[in-house]
């Protein structure tokens, strides 16, 4: 019987190019991002100078995580405690908590087969509450049809904000993932596409949300430092209105990060290679639903989705726990207790209860895998050949009562991604 005995873990090191800035900013000690020598350019300036040239916006923000993204993207929009957010129900534990965060209160939307929001849900959402904002979550990197939702967020008047923890670097009809919305928001936690432990941007081009965020995220007047963010004017109408609520981004991690952007495409082909190989392994698996990859979607697929529509929870169950044995690590998202990042809709009892039965269904027979870099294309094959035999196994198996261990499978796991 094969067996798979990679990590599903284990991340490429930061290029060499990144160690040496980060030792060049340890030896002379600036780490703070307005801590500058006379002429000198702050790292992190010139790492918000760089991604907004990456993603075309006018206007680039580096901040202490993409959950702080998301929050300073509400608190620049203005939204008043209790006000409804309309967001995905399928997505991670952030995306709700940036919004509870504010005081705000999250309204969730259904999910395709696609894993994307599901629109006529959104629509429906959206006149009920009366909501203004989304807060749209490119979750594992599939992307909606973006022209329609666009189109359908225009003509309700609400306003929307990505959330591109899962697609940076990827795009929609060549217009690239954050440059839909009013606002885009990234991260650059270790499980993301550029890593620096912890780490977010926001992007924009509008002048007033920019010159906003940059003094949320606590620029003490500095912020003629940025080059990535509007003029003086601008800051000048409303610094003294603006809260300071700290989540800078710092020289330390700047420089880590900033060698990584040239890198983005590079990680895009050799994740989608991955990604393609493990597609072909389990296509024509019986009972095994792929996710459909529309012709408009560049995706970078740094995790790899699949459905067992009609396993059921204890096929599901032995099925994962079957898979951790031959050394594949993947998530189920029906799990009645969220493990590790896993919670979903329901787990989140900060937020209002809401039924929404299409997402159950989905979550129910969802699957979920990391795919790092360091995986090479044959352990794609094997891991798709693991995966394919377990789901014919389980699939003919009888139906066990119940698996021993519920959370066996998980047990490996790590703590965020
Ligand atoms: C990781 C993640 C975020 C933000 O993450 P931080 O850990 O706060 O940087 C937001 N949304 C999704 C879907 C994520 O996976």
Request: glycine residues 8%; negative net charge.
């Amino acid at each position: 019987m094969e067996r798979f005995d990679g990590s599903f873990t284990q991340q490429e090191p930061i290029p060499e190019a990144g160690i040496a800035a980060a030792l060049a900013v340890l030896r002379h000690g600036r780490l703070h991002r307005y801590n500058t020598a006379p002429g000198e350019l702050a790292e992190t300036a010139l790492l918000e100078e760089e991604f907004a040239a990456f993603t075309g916006a006018r206007y680039c923000l580096a901040v202490a995580s993409g959950g702080y993204a998301m929050g300073c993207a509400l608190r620049a929009l203005q939204v008043r405690p209790g006000e409804p957010v309309l967001t995905n129900a399928f997505t991670l534990a952030p995306v709700p908590g940036a919004i509870a965060s504010v005081g705000a209160r999250p309204v969730f939307i259904e999910t395709t087969w696609n894993l994307t929001i599901d629109l006529d849900h959104l629509e429906r959402m959206a006149r009920e509450t009366g909501a203004r904002l989304l807060m749209l979550s490119h979750m594992r990197g599939h992307l909606a049809d973006m022209e329609a939702l666009m189109a359908l967020c225009n003509r309700l008047g609400v306003t929307v904000i990505e959330d591109c923890a899962h697609t940076m670097g990827a795009a929609w009809n060549g217009v690239a993932s954050g440059r839909f919305g009013a606002i885009g928001c990234y991260s650059m936690q270790t499980y993301k596409h550029i890593n620096a432990g912890e780490g977010g941007f926001l992007i924009t081009d509008d002048a007033e949300l920019a010159a906003r965020a940059v003094l949320l995220s606590g620029s003490y007047m500095l912020y003629a430092r940025h080059r990535a963010a509007p003029p003086a004017e601008v800051f000048d109408r409303i610094r003294l209105d603006v809260p300071n609520v700290s989540g800078r981004m710092d020289n330390l991690r700047a420089a880590i990060l900033r060698p990584q952007i040239a890198l983005l495409d590079d990680r895009r082909a050799r994740w989608n290679r991955l990604y393609r190989v493990l597609e072909e392994g389990l296509a024509a698996t019986p009972g095994l639903r792929l996710t459909e990859r529309p012709a408009a979607e560049t995706y970078v697929a740094s995790s790899f989705q699949f459905l067992l529509p009609d396993f059921g929870a204890n096929r599901m169950r032995a099925f994962v726990t079957g898979c951790a044995a031959r050394g594949v690590e993947l998530k189920w998202f029906g799990a009645p207790e969220p493990v590790a990042f896993t919670s979903r809709y329901e787990h989140w009892r900060y937020a209002d209860p809401q039924p929404l039965p299409q997402t159950d269904r989905v979550l129910a027979g969802l699957v979920d895998m990391r795919l790092p870099l360091t995986f090479t294309p044959e352990d794609a094959a094997l891991i798709a050949r693991i995966i394919r035999a377990e789901v014919l196994r389980v699939g003919q198996a009888e139906v066990p009562a119940k698996v021993a261990d519920e959370n066996a499978g998980a047990a490996a796991i790590p703590l965020a991604d």
